[in-house]
């Protein structure tokens, strides 16, 4: 499942203009034992497009012998630059842990025509898009192109232009196969510092499954010695007259190291898209762990021939509940041997985690795993049965919606997901550990309340922040929605959160409800709650509070009467709803999140007076730096 502590400090290739969200976080290679969750990605298809004809080949078959690049003559390189694309973006983007608010910027990335009148590109180039442009090398002309599928986790995207025929003559570029070492590359691409195509060249230096920046999955990945630089995000990778790799990302504070993503993570996505939707990647259900110490291996029973890894850990309600057990060897998958370190040799010489097995598999399909069994060896099968997110309880990075919250009191609630802990100082030990859970029937999502926007009513816990909430008024809570709900329908004087060591948050429901308007006008906040809780009330109030002044005193706002909702504080358009390609000023911007559904219908709200926006500088609460902790298995 999908890592979050950090190893390697790596860079998006995304041209984006003056924005943080250059420099990639920091992400870090844990033991890699078990399969990978996928992001829901959020298709729009405007229609079936069609997709490449090739077939894609066994993984990880050795490779024919390919054209040098060397020997390219400038008629077929020519050819070549004719599918490059380059990328022109806008997104529209969400601070993590103030989702309300939000602001566009601009970039550029580069893309590749392949069949079917398609653009493949890196996903964080069309990550939260909301207008695309693209342009063929030699040309000045632009058109408009659009989502068609996107794989967060695989950061890869397809798009289309909106004028069908606008590519229509140029002839695609063909997938090859997984290079071999040392095999000589050209990376084609758009890197900033100029407009016109730029060409590289290097060599494969290595192949294994590495952090995608990205969104941290951990999927195979080839590491060449040609520059790659902001902007080439996207751009092929080619080696003769085949795409072997689309290039992903560079090394931090290193020289000509960057990497792409191998053409058997390519075919997996168009295979996976055939459906009309990206599944994304299994999970087994299991963890494991090496067997290279001796100690371990003497009480296991493993004389020097036998190799294979420790299970450790079983996934409640997954694939593996019920065919494997905590204790068991694993020691071959799909007919691979698995060697003490985790590791299968894929070439003669070459090795890959043996996870990579199950990433190449489809939602669906069935694996073969050979174990021992207390001395004696099984042969087991297990179907990968829906994305490995699934048996995550804190989900991975979420794209292209504005993330959930909830104010209340001033006090600021979220479901707890990746994006919310990556915008943490520090991770504290309580919150690192639920990564490494999985949903069950008490709990499928964690709600966290991150920070207090100080007020007379909040006093006592203007310090408290990263509060994971466990009960409301002494009722265990499953979600985020749920959550949301029983704060909506309570009725009683007073509303009492608990932590899980019981630490208590005592809220006036009255006049946290009387103070609503004027909390919120005083840090320029103009909506209580994110649009996808907007509309979920079931009536409107008899009484609309009015924001008053801050200067105001909270008691002179009016109140609805104890029984009925807590009205929404609506909010104007923004223009960065809008999709149209406006100067955006730089912002620095953090990563956006889904907000979690549960499938309750919405109601229509009733509109409620507009809240006066009057901003007062408040002193923010300090943050507690904890060391990092824990993280999601892989």
């Known amino acids: 499942m999908r890592h979050t502590t950090t190893l390697m400090t790596s860079l998006l290739c995304l041209g984006l203009t003056a924005s943080p969200v250059l420099f990639a976080e920091i992400a870090l290679n844990p033991p890699a034992t078990a399969a990978q969750p996928a992001t829901a990605p959020t298709p729009q298809p405007a229609a079936e497009p069609a997709v490449p004809a090739t077939a894609p080949p066994p993984a990880l078959e050795p490779v024919t012998t390919a054209l040098d690049s060397a020997t390219i003559s400038d008629e077929l390189r020519e050819k070549i630059k004719d599918a490059v694309v380059k990328i022109h973006v806008v997104q529209h983007i969400y601070e993590a842990l103030s989702p309300w608010n939000s602001d566009s910027r601009k970039g550029s990335g580069s893309g590749l025509l392949i069949e079917g009148n398609l653009i493949l590109t890196n996903a964080h180039v069309a990550a939260d898009a909301t207008f695309i442009e693209i342009q063929r090398h030699g040309e000045t002309k632009r058109y408009e192109a659009d989502v068609v599928y996107i794989s967060h986790e695989s950061d890869l995207a397809i798009l289309r232009t909106k004028d069908a025929n606008a590519y229509k003559g140029i002839k695609p570029l063909e997938l090859g196969d997984l290079p071999k070492m040392q095999q000589s590359v050209e990376v084609y691409g758009f890197p900033i510092g100029g407009n016109t195509l730029s060409v590289t060249r290097g060599v494969v230096s290595r192949i294994e499954k590495q952090n995608y920046v990205h969104t941290g999955e951990n999927l195979m990945a080839a590491q060449v010695d040609a520059a790659i630089n902001f902007g080439n995000s996207g751009g092929p990778v080619i080696s003769g007259d085949k795409v072997v790799g689309v290039a992903m990302q560079s090394g931090f504070l290193t020289e000509n190291i960057g990497y792409m993503i191998p053409t058997p993570i390519i075919r997996h996505v168009l295979d996976d898209m055939k459906d009309g939707k990206i599944d994304g990647y299994g999970f087994h259900g299991f963890m494991t762990q090496s067997l290279e110490n001796p100690a371990m291996r003497r009480k296991y029973g493993m004389n020097d021939e036998h190799t294979g890894i420790l299970v450790h850990k079983i996934y409640k309600q997954s694939p593996a509940d019920g065919k494997v057990q905590v204790g068991d060897i694993v020691t071959e998958i799909d007919g691979h041997k698995i060697e003490n370190n985790g590791t299968v040799e894929f070439r003669p010489g070459e090795f890959i985690d043996h996870t990579h097995y199950i990433d190449m598999h489809q939602i669906g399909e069935d694996m073969k795993f050979k174990i021992l069994r207390k001395g004696q060896p099984m042969e087991i099968s297990i179907h990968l049965d829906k994305p490995g997110k699934e048996y995550l309880l804190v989900k991975p990075k979420q794209y292209d919606k504005q993330p959930s919250y909830f104010i209340f009191g001033g006090l600021v609630f979220m479901p707890l997901n990746q994006d919310v802990i990556d915008g943490m100082e520090g991770t504290p030990a309580r919150i690192g550990a639920l990564t490494y859970e999985s949903p069950d029937e008490k709990r499928s999502e964690p709600v966290i309340m991150t920070k207090v926007l100080p007020a007379d009513i909040n006093k006592d816990y203007h310090h408290d922040t990263d509060l994971l909430i466990e009960k409301i008024n002494g ?69 609309t509070p009015t924001a008053a002044p801050a200067s105001t005193p909270a008691t002179q706002v009016s109140a609805p009467a104890a029984s009925e909702p807590i009205p929404a504080v609506p909010t104007a358009p923004k223009p960065a709803d809008v999709a149209q390609p406006v100067p955006a000023t730089p912002v620095a911007p953090a990563t956006p999140a889904t907000p979690t559904t549960t499938g309750v219908a919405p109601v229509p709200a009733m509109p409620a007076t507009p809240v006066p926006v009057q901003p007062v500088p408040a002193a923010p609460a300090p943050q507690a730096v904890v060391p990092p902790a824990g993280g999601q298995p892989h």
Request: charged letters at 25%; proline letters at 3%.
């Open 475 to 543: 009722e265990s809570i499953r979600n985020f929605r749920e959550f949301f709900d029983k704060i909506q329908s309570a009725t009683s004087d007073f509303i009492t959160l608990e932590t899980p060591d019981a630490y208590q948050l005592v809220i006036d429901r009255k006049e946290a409800v009387n103070s609503q308007a004027s909390i919120l006008a005083r840090y320029g906040i103009t909506n209580d709650r994110s649009k996808d809780l907007t509309g979920i009330q079931q009536a409107a109030p008899a009484t």
